[in-house]
T-cell receptor, first 111, second 112 residues
Framework: GESVGLHLPTLSVQEGDNSIINCAYSNSASDYFIWYKQESGKGPQFIIDIRSNMDKRQGQRVTVLLNKTVKHLSLQIAATQPGDSAVYFC??????????FGDGTTLTVKP | DAGVIQSPRHEVTEMGQEVTLRCKPI?????LFWYRQTMMRGLELLIY????????DSGMPEDRFSAKMPNASFSTLKIQPSEPRDSAVYFCASSLTSGEQYFGPGTRLTVT
């Protein structure tokens, strides 16, 4: 069936380093992908999105890469800061806006 | 805009009691989603509405769960009767169709 999964459940980085969080998806018909950040005690928050007609999109300190050939999505965070510590989810949008979320990767930033 | 509003923020109830969770989506959004999050199962989509109409309720665990959206600015998720395994954080989210979702702060439900 359709699924979205994260390769690594946890990631620990030094403050100032770059972080890369990966995600695999299985529905080749999906045309919209979103990364969310969830801090402790809060709901997921939108970070950045990308449509299937693109392979890269940049935001402020974040970049999302999409490789449709291998159905892979990644989130890159530049100069990771303590405030980036959170759980990160990728989501795959199917018809009518329904999102299928991955399991999440916990990012810990060490000072 | 105040964002998605959920109430209550915390609910503690005894097994067998009815629980009603409430959600006010962001004004102008036409899609509303109910999720449940636990350590064991992660974030699960329970049901979602588009223009107040339930589109997909395949994630609703069983008949004890029901959701309504009587108008564009209000939705409820009801559990009757509640069981300890229903303990979780329940999120409501809203969006424009096919757009990113905006999540509420969640309701932490504990059923003893």
């Amino acid at each position: 069936g359709e699924s979205v999964g994260l390769h690594l459940p946890t990631l620990s980085v030094q403050e100032g380093d770059n972080s890369i969080i990966n995600c695999a998806y299985s529905n080749s018909a999906s045309d919209y992908f979103i990364w969310y950040k969830q801090e402790s005690g809060k709901g997921p928050q939108f970070i950045i999105d990308i449509r299937s007609n693109m392979d890269k999109r940049q935001g402020q300190r974040v970049t999302v890469l999409l490789n449709k050939t291998v159905k892979h999505l990644s989130l890159q965070i530049a100069a990771t800061q303590p405030g980036d510590s959170a759980v990160y989810f990728c989501a795959e949008n199917t018809n009518a806006g329904k999102s299928t979320f991955g399991d999440g990767t916990t990012l810990t930033v060490k000072p | 805009d105040a964002g998605v509003i959920q109430s209550p923020r915390h609910e503690v109830t005894e097994m067998g009691q009815e629980v009603t969770l409430r959600c006010k989506p962001i004004s102008g959004h036409n899609s509303l989603f109910w999720y449940r999050q636990t350590m064991m199962r992660g974030l699960e989509l329970l049901i979602y509405f588009n223009n107040n109409v339930p589109i997909d309720d395949s994630g609703m665990p069983e008949d004890r769960f029901s959701a309504k959206m009587p108008n564009a600015s209000f939705s409820t998720l009801k559990i009757q009767p509640s069981e300890p395994r229903d303990s979780a954080v329940y999120f409501c989210a809203s969006s424009l169709t096919s757009g990113e979702q905006y999540f509420g702060p969640g309701t932490r439900l504990t059923v003893t």
